[in-house]
């Protein structure tokens, strides 16, 4: 069936380094990729997402890349901030079908 | 706007009781959802409905029934509640003018 999956399940950073996260899916109709950011005790929030059609994406310091061919995207957090810590969640979806398959998460550490 | 909102916050049950988890929105989105998040295993998808009327399985829906008569609500029933569903359930909302999904706060459940 379809699947996602994301690693590392945890990552430790110095605060202002930058921090990867990847995740693999195996539908190739997927098209629409989204992060969420989830902070204890909350809910999740897109923080970013790229649809299939592009390659890469910015805002200010989180940035997202896809490569369709080899089915992975990952999430790219530059000068991280102690605020960034959090658990991370990447997801696939086909548009028009609203079924999101999530990876298992990355709990990210900035250490100040 | 009230956005996606869901009660009870927490709930404790005994094996084999039922009950339902309400989940509303007020942005008019056609498309609903609910998962189960569990340590180290993401969210899951356990239900999701396309509109009012129809609703189809995900990931996990054993064990579980939803129905949508409204457009609004789309409650989450538990039939005979079991250990193995203990886990926190978030209801999700999206548009058909666009991919991203809004969540509501959750629901923390336990099952003794």
């Known amino acids: 069936g379809e699947n996602v999956e994301q690693h590392p399940s945890t990552l430790s950073v110095q605060e202002g380094d930058s921090a990867v996260i990847k995740c693999t899916y195996s539908?190739?109709?997927?098209?629409?990729f989204p992060w969420y950011k989830q902070e204890l005790g909350k809910r999740p929030q897109l923080i970013i997402d790229?649809?299939?059609?592009?390659g890469e994406k910015k805002d200010q310091r989180i940035a997202v890349t896809l490569n369709k061919t080899a089915k992975h995207f990952s999430l790219h957090i530059t000068e991280t901030q102690p605020e960034d810590s959090a658990v991370y969640f990447c997801?696939?979806?086909?548009?028009?079908?609203?079924?999101?398959?999530f990876g298992t998460g990355t709990r990210l550490k900035v250490l100040a | 706007n009230a956005g996606v909102t869901q009660t009870p916050k927490f709930q404790v049950l005994k094996t084999g009781q039922s009950m339902t988890l309400q989940c509303a929105q007020d942005?008019?989105?056609?498309?609903m959802s609910w998962y189960r998040q569990d340590p180290g295993m993401g969210l899951r998808l356990i239900h999701y409905?396309?509109?009012?009327?129809?609703?189809d399985q995900g990931e996990v829906p054993n064990g579980y029934n939803v129905s949508r008569s409204t457009t609004e609500d789309f409650p989450l029933r538990l039939l005979s509640a079991a250990p193995s569903q203990t886990s926190v359930y978030f209801c999700?909302?999206?548009?058909?003018?666009?991919?991203?999904?809004?969540f509501g706060p959750g629901t923390r459940l336990t099952v003794t």
């Open positions: 790229i649809r299939s059609n592009v």
């Open positions: 997801a696939a979806s086909t548009s028009g079908t609203y079924k999101y398959i």
């Open positions: 999700a909302s999206s548009s058909s003018r666009g991919d991203e999904q809004y």
């Open positions: 409905s396309v509109g009012a009327g129809i609703t």
């Open positions: 539908d190739s109709a997927s098209n629409y």
């Open positions: 942005m008019n989105h056609e498309y």
